[in-house]
């Protein structure tokens, strides 16, 4: 056997002698949190690198030990915005150790760069905007129409989370018929970004006039998902106007740029809201009171019209009843002057008949010495052939009737 021969010990101190002297020491090591953990006090996680698909193309394992973890926690608050979560990207400093039982490298975490960390945060929401202005998606979600009166509307957020109802409380308080859908979603930490990307999904299907994402206030790192790439892309691209409410007094989220309508909070998102639709509702207001005032003027103005048209007829009318009284009572005269020259010429006509009537007078013809004979049928005796031997006559005399019987006829 050629070599040097060692047993695991020594090759293992020999492997943990050369990295300290390739070193020197403690490191400062950049990379991503990955599966982060407590335990006894300790924090572990590895640190990662990814590739442009997300993929772990290196890892190294983390340990920040309790001895360590106070001066450590100390530097993330004063900076007020960073925290070890999973995903965040960070700059830490230690030395490489072997552990020799464990038979495994590992980074004993004893210092950190938090500036590290919000410039990274501030390097990724610039490549992001560059990315969406490249392909013309900062201005899409915006140029989409609004419905003129959008009050069926989905609310994405934590549910029970003070962004949740501190939105609701200003619909609830503007009296509107809201139709409200609520989306349960996280809004921060590992895996946000996907939650909240499918709700927009759920959002869109359900065919609502307007999207409100919103949450409450927190760090930069707190609102780090609405800077990430697929929500900005889920936003821009949606079907259906978004409306954020984020809670930062300061920063402006790539969510923000890409949202069809941008709110500092999420009641100021409601707000906005509110202001649409109860514009809508002035207008409508507006217009009926000058309907109304129109109505009032024209039945002011036809009503006048009315009125001069009633003096007009009434006019009129008495002056044609004043003319055809005249033409009545003219008229009236002359046919009593007519109806008197033909009574007076028929009372003359009728005197006439009467004396030629009375000429012919039956009784005054039986006063003469006339008289008239008829059968007990009544029927006049003109000819003799008009009675038979046996026919009761019965002859009417100026005094009275004289009754006999035919006993020949010739």
Known sequence: MSGVNYTVTELMTATADAIKARLGGAVWVDGEISGARESRGHFYFDLVDRDEKGAVTAKVPVALWSRARPKVEQKLQSAGAVRLEEGVKV??????????????????????????????LESERERVLAVLRAENLIDRNRSLALAPMPLHIALITADESAAQAD???????????????????KVQGAGAERTITAALRTAQRNKVDVIALVRGGGSRLDLAVFDHEVVARAIATSSVPVFTGIG?????????????????????????????????????????????????????????????SARHAALGARTRLTVERHRLTSTTSRLNRSLE??????????????????????????????????????????????????????????DGTITSTATATD
């Open 167 to 185: 939105f609701m409380h200003s619909l609830i308080e503007s009296r509107l018929p809201w139709r409200v859908e609520f989306i349960d979603s």
């Open 341 to 398: 020259t033909t009574m007076k010429s028929e009372k003359q006509s009728l005197d006439v008949f009467t004396a030629r009537l009375s000429a012919v007078d039956p009784v005054r013809t039986l006063a003469r010495g006339w008289s008239i004979t008829r059968t007990e049928r009544g029927t006049v005796v003109r000819r003799s052939t008009d009675v038979s031997p046996g026919d009761t006559l019965v002859t009417t005399v100026s």
């Open 91 to 120: 700059r830490i400093r230690g030395p490489l150790e072997l552990w020799l039982a464990g038979g495994r490298l590992q980074l004993s975490m004893q210092d950190i760069d938090p500036a590290f960390t919000l410039e990274a």
């Open 248 to 308: 930062h007094e300061i920063d402006t989220s790539v969510a923000d740029v890409v949202a069809h309508c941008a709110n500092k909070t999420p009641t100021a998102c409601a707000e906005a809201l509110v202001d649409i639709a109860m514009e809508v509702v002035t207008r409508g207001e507006t217009a009926w009171g000058d309907i109304a005032e129109i109505v009032s003027t024209t039945l002011d103005v036809e009503r006048e019209r009315l009125a001069r």
